[in-house]
């Protein structure tokens, strides 16, 4: 899978588009096939696991509800669309259609979001917080975009935020293998016009507000920040209610000291490594020994569970640090060379691993990755 920005670098893409404004990309991909057929995804929107949603007006008047779901009959032949989120982890093929896009690192990635969508059907008008490259399979759908601005947002019904009529600055209509890139606060709306399956490959980041509230609950949990806010170099004061510039300032700075880089990657390796969705995971630890993960790896690669969330920091990856799945792990700082294999590969073959396998800790850490289901074999997994 090959993409192509209308023959633009990623790096000139990032430059000109990213964060900035939107973008339709004809034929992104050449032959661009269906990661899963509307039946397939049907039946996934069966799976109580799985996160979905379905939206159709009646009447004139929106609906939506949420999975599972097992019949589709009321809806019938128009105005409806089915959407499964975090499709990439349950599908070990989106892999490929993700890292089409791993110029953008990881950690901004947030899912796969597919929707299935009969002739009229879309989801309305509306703006979202994240940046999205909508990638269309099977179909043709009309989109509309307008510009950001201050555009007013109401609920259409309670699990429905839309936006009022726009002036479109893109309008188009996308055909299989064009992609239309979106910017967070881009008003947008897509109408089918004969079914269709489109593939939302969507980057987000948390808000200063979510990320603060996280922080206080890591500070707590690991008795963090408890130092008082001193003032030992104190100027005369003649204004007894008044908390004066100064002390303005020496507030900000002890609070702001604080959050230096390590605190700050100790806390953001957990948050951003934690799964909004569910993953693909054993309900129990698997039980494979150390023997049979050498003894697999001899004939097929270890794959990284999809939708599993790790990353390090180049402040200190050399020390060992590896965030899997909203945990911190600590190598032997002679292990630290793995830590990119891990996060930077979706698969490990044994030639990769090659240098760590003969290591007893790194094997042992292997392991227990791999009987929690973090990194698996295709072919144990099918048994
Ligand atoms: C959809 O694919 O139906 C909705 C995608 C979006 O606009 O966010
Ligand atoms: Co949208």
Redesign the pocket.
């Given at each position: 899978m090959q993409l192509d920005i209308n023959g633009l670098s990623p790096a000139a893409f990032l430059a000109q588009y990213w964060q900035k404004k939107p973008l339709v990309i004809r034929q992104g991909f050449k032959h661009f096939q269906d990661l899963v057929t509307p039946e397939e995804l049907a039946g996934l929107a069966m799976d109580e696991l799985v996160e979905s949603r379905r939206v159709y007006q009646q009447a004139g008047q929106w609906h939506a509800e949420f999975g599972p779901f097992d019949s589709y009959e009321t809806l019938g032949e128009r105005d409806w669309?089915l959407?499964v989120q975090a499709l990439n982890n349950w599908l070990p093929d989106a892999e490929a259609l993700i890292q089409c896009f791993d110029f953008i690192p990881r950690w901004r990635f947030d899912d796969v979001?597919v929707?299935y969508?009969t002739p009229g059907g879309?989801?309305g008008p509306?703006i979202?917080l994240y940046d999205?490259f909508?990638c269309q399979g099977s179909g043709r759908r009309r989109w509309r975009v307008g510009d950001r601005g201050p555009h007013r947002e109401f609920a259409a019904h309670p699990a429905l935020l839309h936006t009022e009529a726009f002036e479109p600055i893109i309008d188009v209509e996308l055909l299989p293998g064009d992609i239309l890139y979106i910017p967070p606060g881009f008003p947008?709306d897509?109408i089918t016009l004969e079914e269709s399956l489109?593939f939302?490959v969507g980057y987000r980041t948390a808000s200063a507000k979510d990320m603060v509230g996280a922080l206080a609950d890591h500070l707590a949990e690991h008795d963090l920040g408890a130092q008082q806010i001193e003032d030992p170099d104190r100027a005369l004061s003649t204004r007894s209610g008044c908390v004066d510039d100064r002390d303005l300032t020496r507030l900000r700075t002890q609070l702001t000291a604080m959050l230096n880089d390590e605190l700050v990657s100790e806390f953001s390796g957990r948050y951003l490594t934690q799964s909004k969705c569910a993953l693909d995971l054993p309900d129990e630890p698997l039980e494979i020994s150390s023997d049979e993960v050498l003894f697999w790896l001899d004939k097929q690669p270890l794959i990284r569970l999809g939708g599993l969330r790790c990353l390090y920091f180049d402040l200190t990856v050399a020390k060992g640090t590896v965030f899997i799945h909203g945990e911190r792990y600590q190598l032997p700082v002679a292990l630290a060379g793995l830590i990119p294999a891990l996060c930077d590969m979706s698969q490990l073959d044994k030639a990769t691993l090659a240098p760590w396998l003969t290591d007893a800790a790194a094997l042992t850490q292997l392991t227990e990755w791999v009987n929690l289901g973090y990194w698996y074999f295709e072919e144990l997994s099918e048994e």
């Open positions: 669309t959407i979001m929707s969508a879309g989801v509306h979202d999205v909508i947008h897509g489109s939302s």
